[in-house]
């Protein structure tokens, strides 16, 4: 029998309509939406795509949201200067930088920039720090987009061998250190799982990947993940996105359908949750700073 599919785009969709309802309880309650700003820097096509994205989910479910578009030859101080007005205004709960930047922009300047309360990408040392302690402030978008998914189509990473394919400071290395965290109050999603982490110099990495009850493959190279790499019945979360000859896939072998027991879809798994975590996220930040 194929594999189950982890629909993301049928979960986000649920979870995005709980997340308008909340705004409307904000609303009978006096309170202003949610306000998310995104900055895009330049224009580069995918970046382009992805603020569009998410400047669409925000209006749909009823958050308050600009996007500054700035030229490519905008300056590091130029842009320094957008963050601080966006860090002084009331009404923006969240701000996005879209990354990458140009190369004339220190990436980690920027994001140090940003009001740590205001970081909804949780890219600020101060929140990465909170979350490896494990007393997150917000979590990181495309890691608990892929713990929800999962979580939310009844699959527990409790007690579970899990393999993450990368260790990047987006996508690997945050899910690592949230599968195997405790959870708590305070840490919820945090996933009492067994962690592996692989990555270009892992020896052997069909072997590591078979014992892995849950896989994650993050590594941004299509067909990274065949079907002699996984475990009959285990479930595949699939977070690459990559563009082959104008069309998306992931990093997961389409074989694998057939040995899986679950497997997310690209398109239509990880991305809309990834969107839905950023609106959750807005959503928390203004709670956090309006009350
Ligand atoms: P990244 O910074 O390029 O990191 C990729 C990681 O995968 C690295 O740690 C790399 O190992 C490892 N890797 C690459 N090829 C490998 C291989 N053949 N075997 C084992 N490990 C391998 O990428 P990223 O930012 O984490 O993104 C990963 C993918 O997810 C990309 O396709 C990206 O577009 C996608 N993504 C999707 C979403 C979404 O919402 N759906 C969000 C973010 C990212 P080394 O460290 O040894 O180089």
């Not at 020896?203 to 014992?211: F, G």
Request: charged share 20%.
């Amino acid at each position: 029998m194929p594999a189950q599919r982890l629909d993301g785009k049928a979960l986000a969709a649920t979870m995005r309509s709980e997340i308008a309802s909340r705004i409307t309880e904000r609303a009978t309650a006096g309170k202003r939406p949610p306000g998310l700003a995104a900055v895009l820097v330049g224009e580069d096509p995918a970046s382009q795509q992805y603020v569009k994205n998410k400047h669409k989910a925000c209006q749909d479910a009823g958050l308050a949201t600009a996007v500054h578009r700035l030229p490519v030859t905008t300056s590091q101080a130029e842009l320094l200067e957008l963050v601080a007005q966006l860090n002084a205004d009331p009404a923006v709960h969240g701000i996005l930088v879209q990354l990458p930047l140009p190369k004339q922009i220190d990436e980690g300047a920027v994001i140090r920039a940003v009001s740590p309360v205001k970081d909804v990408d949780c890219f600020h040392p101060e929140n990465v720090g909170l979350l490896a302690a494990g007393h997150p402030r917000f979590y990181p978008c495309t890691p608990h987009g892929v713990l929800q998914l999962l979580r939310r189509n009844g699959t527990a990473t409790a007690g579970k061998e899990v393999v993450v394919v990368g260790r990047s400071n987006i996508v690997g290395k945050p899910l690592a250190l949230m599968l195997m965290q405790k959870p708590t109050a305070t840490n919820p999603a945090a996933g009492d799982a067994t962690v592996t982490v692989a990555h270009t110099r892992t020896r052997d990495l069909a072997s590591v990947c078979r014992r892995a009850d849950i896989l994650i493959a993050a590594a941004g190279a299509p067909a990274t993940i065949t079907a002699e790499m996984v475990k009959p019945g285990a479930a595949v979360v699939d977070v690459g996105t990559n563009n082959v000859e104008g069309r998306w896939c992931g990093d997961v072998h389409e074989g694998v359908w057939a040995v899986a027991g679950w497997v997310s879809p690209v398109p239509g798994g990880v991305g809309p949750m990834t969107i839905t975590m950023l609106l959750h996220n807005t959503f928390d930040a203004a709670k956090l700073i309006d009350g």
